[in-house]
């Protein structure tokens, strides 16, 4: 298969908005991430636990964010080597059931010099698919490389 | 929901995290960032940061369960975290505190500062905000 181009700053316009991602949350992803991060909240695994605490179902753990917002710009691309992550927000206004998919919108929301560096930051808002409402927004801003 | 008096300050439990490259590969795994920087040890040694580091996101997933550790699952229906800079690499065999110290609540939100600190100091700093239940229980007051 053959590698995916380099997104480079030249790409990213302000007001660029990334084709629509989807990203689908399982258990399988929940339980690759409780392994990674060691967060074993069992409101993410757990119909039970999850019922206890006022829950209709075990919910993804926020921290995906992280991935699904960098997904959501790189589903064409891959980063160049060298980038820096240099600040991050995250908002959250809904749980997602396990299982359910997000449906993500990348737009690159601001882009700027800075002594010789390249920043640009980029928006992903998430929705549920299964009801459109908006669940979170991440923004993540970097030096691009080149 | 956490309850805290408005006004009040409060210091949220702490997680203590050790990083493997185990780690850092399982993070690759979920995420599929496989960038060399963080998967390769051969490769990563003749970078500037002489090894392998950690995924910029595997400590802000800390900092979500510390959030919501602390605040609950409202978090997820209402946190944020905010103003999240990484200021120092998160390495393979080192030990993290990640903390966090209520500053002010105020409307039933509570503005908290957060980090992720190595064995050399800060790694990444933010804030964060929370719902959390006033002196009533988050419920409204009636006259």
């Not at chain 1, 959501?72 to 691309?77: D, F, I, P, S, V």
């Not at chain 2, 990083?19 to 060399?36: C, E, F, L, M, R």
Request: aromatic residues 8%.
């Amino acid at each position: 298969m053959a590698e995916r181009p380099e997104l480079v700053y030249d790409d990213l316009g302000l007001g660029r908005r990334f084709p629509e991602f989807r990203y689908e949350t399982t258990p399988e992803l929940v339980e690759a991430f409780v392994a990674a991060t060691g967060d074993d909240n069992p409101a993410y695994t757990d119909g039970g636990a999850a019922r206890a605490l006022g829950l209709e179902w075990p919910v993804v753990p926020p921290g995906l964010a992280g991935i699904w917002g960098r997904q959501a710009y790189l589903q064409e691309h891959r980063m160049p080597p060298g980038g820096i992550l240099a600040g991050q927000d995250m908002v959250f206004s809904r749980p997602v059931a396990v299982g359910d998919a997000l449906r993500i919108q990348a737009e690159v929301t601001r882009r700027w010099e800075h002594k010789g560096r390249r920043f640009v930051t980029i928006e992903s808002t998430a929705r549920a698919a299964s009801s459109d409402e908006v669940c979170g927004i991440v923004r993540v801003t970097a030096i691009w490389p080149k | 929901m956490a309850q805290m008096s408005a006004g009040g300050s409060d210091r949220v439990p702490t997680l203590h995290k050790r990083v493997t490259q185990d780690t850092i590969d399982a993070w690759a795994k979920v995420s599929g960032d496989y960038n060399p920087l963080h998967t390769d040890p051969e490769f990563a040694a003749t970078s500037r940061f002489g090894g392998t580091i950690a995924h910029g996101h595997l400590p802000l997933a800390w900092l979500c369960e510390l959030l919501v550790g602390w605040a609950g699952m409202p978090w997820l229906g209402g946190g944020e975290l905010l103003e999240v800079r990484f200021v120092a690499p998160v390495r393979p065999g080192e030990d993290y505190k990640v903390t966090g110290t209520v500053t002010t609540v105020e409307n039933e939100r509570a503005m908290i500062d957060v980090e992720v600190a190595g064995p050399a100091g800060a790694c990444v700093r933010g804030k964060a905000t929370a719902p959390v239940a006033g002196p009533s229980g988050g419920k409204e007051s009636t006259p």
